[in-house]
């Protein structure tokens, strides 16, 4: 099965600077890859994701890259902001088969004001 | 997105009793639903996944009787955790996949704390 390894496992950054966040997974068939953030007790929630067609990805603050050929991707924040801290999750999942998703360890962000 | 809703948000049991935790899709129906735990500080990790009308598939390791799943409906799944015990002591968070532009989407209910005295 997948093997989703996620680095670092916290992580503490100065406000306004970013933070990288690598996963790699082991199955060459998963090709969606989402990324989650989750605040103490609370839901996970997606932030941002990439699928497999696709080598890079933005959304105002937050990218994901995505190397197929050595089965790892990353989350970029930049600029970070207080509320940035969370634990983030990344996943892999093969989309289209109804399959489960496969989680990392998680990161712990901390961003200190 | 897709709202999936997660009752109840906490409970504390004795030990020994039963406790069931629901998991809804409000605005979409779902097929499938995935019901995971989180220890402190960890992971997600999957334990079952849910299949409307049919058994549920459990992951290596988990108790099929100790965690009983039920999907009856397309928009409602049940995760009873049968005999409880404090090291069954948790969060149980469970989700639903709803396909968008071709891939599936995971979208996760609030979550339930449980607390076996």
């Known amino acids: 099965g997948e093997n989703v390894e996620q680095h670092p496992s916290t992580l503490s950054v100065q406000e306004g600077d970013s933070a990288v966040i690598k996963c790699t997974y082991s199955?060459?068939?998963?090709?969606?890859f989402p990324w989650y953030k989750q605040e103490l007790g609370k839901r996970p929630q997606l932030i941002i994701d990439i699928r497999s067609n696709v080598g890079e990805k933005k959304d105002q603050r937050i990218a994901v890259t995505l190397n197929k050929t050595a089965k790892h991707f990353s989350l970029h924040i930049t600029e970070t902001q207080p509320e940035d801290s969370a634990v983030y999750f990344c996943?892999?999942?093969?989309?289209?088969?109804?399959?489960?998703?496969?989680f990392g360890t998680g990161t712990s962000l901390t961003v200190i004001p | 997105g897709a709202v999936v809703s997660q009752h109840p948000s906490w409970v504390i049991c004795k030990s020994g009793t039963s406790v069931k935790i629901e998991c809804r899709s409000l605005d979409f129906q779902a097929t499938t639903m995935f019901w995971y735990r989180q220890f402190p500080k960890q992971s997600l990790m999957l334990m079952a996944t849910s299949n409307e009308g049919s058994k549920a598939t459990y992951e290596q390791g988990v108790e099929k009787d100790k965690f009983l799943i039920n999907h009856a409906s397309l928009t409602l799944s049940t995760l009873t955790v049968t005999s409880a015990h404090p090291e069954d002591s948790s969060f149980y968070i469970c989700s639903a996949s709803v396909r968008t532009s071709g891939t599936e989407e995971l979208f996760f209910g609030e979550g339930s704390r449980l607390t076996v005295l």
């Open positions: 996943a892999a999942s093969i989309s289209n088969t109804g399959n489960q998703f496969y």
């Open positions: 199955d060459s068939a998963s090709n969606y």
